[in-house]
C-alpha cells in the first residue's frame, strides 16, 4: 500500500474538501464532515462528472409539497452536472441507495504513536482509500 500525502490537518478543517491526484490519474476527494475524514472517487456514476467539486448540503426532508427542511450534517455530494446526490460517509446514492454508489475510501488519521480509523463501518462492496494523518499530514493510502 503506497502512501498519498494530501496536506496538513489544520488546511482541512470541517466544511471543507481537498481534491488530489493519485498514481495513475485517480482524481479522490477527501472531505472532512464535522471532524471525521471520508475520501470519495472523484466520477460521478452517471456521466462521470468531477463529482468532487459538487455542492455539499445536508438532508432534504418534507412534509407535502412546498415543504423542505435541511438538516445537518452536511454530508450530501451534489454532482455539479445532473444533480445526482450522494451521502459522502457511504457513498450511496441519495435517490437509489441500494443500486447507485460511489467509490469511497476509509479514512484514519495516524499521530506519532500510531494510526487511529476514523472511518471503519464501510459496507465491504464498497471500494474505498483509508486516509491517515501522518505528523499532522492528512495522507491517502493507495491499494
Known amino acids: 500500500?503506497?502512501?498519498?500525502?494530501?496536506?496538513?490537518?489544520?488546511?482541512?478543517p470541517p466544511g471543507t474538501r481537498r481534491i488530489v491526484e493519485a498514481n495513475g490519474g485517480?482524481?479522490?476527494?477527501?472531505?472532512?464532515?464535522?471532524?471525521?475524514?471520508y475520501a470519495l472517487r472523484n466520477i460521478c456514476p452517471h456521466r462521470?462528472?468531477?463529482?468532487?467539486r459538487g455542492q455539499v448540503t445536508g438532508h432534504v426532508t418534507s412534509d407535502g409539497p412546498g415543504d423542505?427542511?435541511?438538516h445537518?450534517?452536511?454530508q450530501i455530494l451534489r454532482c455539479p452536472w445532473h444533480?445526482?446526490?450522494?451521502?459522502?460517509?457511504?457513498?450511496?446514492?441519495?435517490?437509489n441507495p441500494h443500486k447507485v454508489r460511489v467509490k469511497t475510501y476509509p479514512?484514519?488519521?495516524e499521530s506519532p504513536r500510531g494510526p487511529c480509523v476514523l472511518d471503519?463501518?464501510?459496507?465491504?462492496?464498497?471500494e474505498t482509500y483509508p486516509v491517515t494523518i501522518d505528523d499532522g499530514v492528512v495522507t491517502v493510502l493507495l491499494k
Do not use: Y
Not at 462521470?48 to 468532487?52: E, G, M, Q, T, V
Not at 444533480?83 to 441519495?94: L, M, N, R, Y
Open 26 to 37: 485517480i482524481s479522490i476527494g477527501i472531505f472532512n464532515v464535522d471532524g471525521r475524514f
Open 68 to 70: 423542505a427542511q435541511m
Open 1 to 12: 500500500m503506497s502512501k498519498l500525502p494530501v496536506c496538513p490537518v489544520h488546511e482541512l
Open 48 to 52: 462521470k462528472a468531477p463529482l468532487c
Open 107 to 109: 479514512v484514519s488519521v
Open 72 to 74: 445537518g450534517p452536511n
Open 83 to 95: 444533480g445526482w446526490e450522494f451521502d459522502i460517509t457511504t457513498g450511496q446514492s441519495v435517490f
Open 120 to 126: 471503519d463501518e464501510q459496507d465491504p462492496s464498497i
